[in-house]
């Protein structure tokens, strides 16, 4: 026990009398309040706030549900049909749960693309980038499981193909899938261990979560410019800047979900499920939800069982060693003129895959996930390596003051080698 | 106290109004989750019960399940009658007229449940123990109750509820 350990002081004895004890206080005052954000850090910073809010309100939309829900195969479908229609607001428990679902990986997926153009995942956060890869697995992992417990056609034919994919691993193959399932298809013993995953992969989201807060906050937030805070004039206090900046995307936000939860609640869901899980047909087409549809399209476009499951896996596997592929040093694609157009050509190629992934796969939707597929592979193992060697990046500004100086008296800062005129050094907005 | 810069006033304003905003939103988020919680539509619904009582016998006493608890209906004897209208209500620990716990005299209509701490008591049988008031005994930590329900003896603190019944026709109670 370090004797010399300093210890907070408050004016309040009871703060002081837990900081003595457990320096939560302190901790939650430093990373919370005193923390200091990149000044220049944009609204695509909020999404991580808007994130964690979502993983919150899943959790508690969800333990509702569950206090009404029925995991078995003969009682799962209609306890969801007691839900909506005879326990007290459970058409908007569960109108937030499925609809908070598609939202969380729309947020998620922004706050990828946000680290992907803005160089966030490289040194020295590459952990950090590790970490919410790990996120996006569970979170399609625990959003798969979910999708079964409504027990309706999508939900039973969904489970039956993902698992089947497993089915595609040679030797073991067949039994892993068994073993998986706990029956020979997907039955009452299926249904209720994905429930009981269902219910706890989400606290397991909230620690990996844990660190992931914990880890960006050793080097601090990224931000538009890629370049690190150098003194007190780059950055601001969490608390109150960020803080309220995240408040007004969080209020955004909520017009957003309320908005399709009042109004659409079933724009983002598939019509089938409302009829009940049959063993014995399967519906025409099989959608799966459009978070999974780029995925699914690169499972689609391979026309070899296990090479078409390889590739599914392997699209997500590539993202964890992105920080290793890209050889530039400079993070910000704003300051990188080739790979900028490159990263935007990924995002519409992910979108296009999504957008096919939803289609049938014949004709001129399967060329267009072929391509995409090309490109989605091509974009990590040749463009990021490579751009980076041949590509001269803009200069980079020499601190995140220095920007908003060149912004403003333009003429200063490029003719002085991005220097900041004196005037523009003093701390004017605080 | 001093006047305040009227710059720091309309701080303090837009302050108080946003975390009251916050506040009355946050609350009017939960409540919707509180409500789940209270019993559904289908669970309010089961909440009453018809029963036809014409093959009660007088002095024998049957049990239906209304809202998840037993409900004792006792078509009662004249000496049982009798033997509760006798007592003097200021005797009692929870004073009650047997008049004010019938609607017609021979029928009782009681919810099985001790008011001690919820088992229920024995006397339905005719071969239950009754206890010393010839009414109900709760075999748990023995409390008895007369001929009207009534806590007579024993840890019990009030006398045995009374659901919410009427009499439909001469034949048939809704309980509930």
Redesign the interface.
């Known amino acids: 026990m370090d004797k010399n350990r300093k210890v907070h002081q408050f004016k309040n004895p009871v703060l002081n009398w837990i900081e003595f004890r457990l320096p939560i206080i302190s901790y939650f005052k430093k990373e919370y309040g005193d923390y200091p954000m990149p000044k220049n850090c944009n609204y695509f910073w909020s999404f991580g706030a808007l994130a964690t809010i979502t993983l919150i309100t899943m959790i508690v939309s969800g333990i509702f549900l569950a206090m009404n829900y029925t995991p078995h195969t003969d009682m799962a479908f209609d306890s969801v049909e007691r839900i909506m229609r005879d326990v007290n607001y459970g058409w908007l428990m569960r109108y937030i749960h499925s609809n908070g679902a598609s939202f969380f990986f729309i947020i998620v997926y922004i706050h990828i693309v946000r680290a992907m153009y803005f160089g966030s995942y490289k040194y020295p956060r590459e952990l950090n980038w590790i970490l919410g890869v790990f996120i996006f697995l569970l979170m399609m992992a625990t959003s798969f499981l979910g999708y079964t417990l409504p027990w309706g056609q999508m939900s039973y034919w969904g489970a039956t193909v993902i698992t089947n994919l497993f089915s595609a691993i040679p030797i073991i193959g067949e039994g892993l899938k068994t073993w998986l399932l706990g029956d020979y298809n997907v039955g009452n013993a299926t249904l209720n261990r994905f429930f009981a995953l269902h219910y706890v992969l989400p606290f397991v989201i909230f620690g990996v979560v844990a660190l992931h807060v914990a880890a960006v906050h050793v080097h601090g937030s990224n931000n538009p410019d890629g370049i690190e805070i150098k003194s007190n004039k780059d950055s601001v206090n969490f608390f109150p800047y960020m803080l309220i900046k995240d408040t007004v995307a969080m209020c955004a936000f909520g017009v957003a979900i309320s908005a399709v939860i009042f109004f659409g609640p079933n724009l983002m869901s598939e019509v089938d499920n409302y009829i009940p899980a049959d063993p014995l047909v399967t519906p025409a087409h099989i959608v799966p939800n459009w978070y999974l549809a780029p995925f699914y399209a690169i499972l689609r476009a391979v026309p070899d069982k296990l090479g078409g499951v390889l590739l599914m896996f392997g699209a997500i596997a590539i993202l964890f060693v992105l920080p290793w592929l890209d050889r530039s040093k400079v993070r910000s694609c704003n300051y990188r003129p080739m790979y900028k157009w490159f990263m935007m050509g990924f995002f519409v190629n992910f979108f296009a895959l999504g957008y096919v992934g939803m289609l049938p796969a014949e004709g001129l939707y399967l060329l267009i996930a072929r391509v995409g597929l090309l490109y989605y592979f091509g974009f990590f193992f040749i463009i990021t390596p490579f751009v980076g060697w041949i590509e001269k990046p803009s200069k980079l500004p020499l601190s995140i003051s220095d920007v908003y100086a060149k912004n403003i008296m333009p003429n200063i800062g490029a003719g002085e080698a991005g220097m900041p005129s004196p005037a523009m050094q003093k701390d004017t907005n605080l | 106290m001093a006047k305040k810069p009227k710059k720091n006033k309309r701080r303090d304003f837009l302050q108080l109004s946003t975390v009251t905003l916050g506040a009355v939103g946050t609350a009017a988020f939960i409540w919707?989750?509180l409500?789940?919680?209270?019993p559904?539509?289908?669970?309010l619904a089961a909440g009453s019960t018809e029963v036809d009582i014409s093959a009660i016998e007088e002095g024998q006493s049957i049990t239906i399940k209304w809202r998840g608890k037993p409900v004792f209906i006792k078509k009662r004897t004249k000496e049982e009658i009798d033997a509760a209208k006798m007592v003097q209500a200021s005797d009692l620990r929870d004073p009650q007229d047997d008049s004010d716990r019938v609607q017609k005299e021979e029928w009782l209509v009681l919810v099985g449940v001790c008011t001690h701490l919820g088992c229920v008591p024995l006397g339905q049988k005719v071969s239950d123990m009754k206890g010393e008031y010839d009414g109900w005994y709760c075999p748990c930590h023995g409390s008895h109750y007369d001929t009207s329900g009534r806590i007579r003896k024993g840890p019990a603190p009030k006398n045995l509820d009374i659901p919410p019944y009427a009499f439909l026709n001469d034949n048939t109670i809704k309980i509930g």
């Not at chain 2, 409500?35 to 209270?38: D, E, G, W």
């Open positions: 919707p989750f409500k789940s919680m209270s559904a539509e289908d669970t």
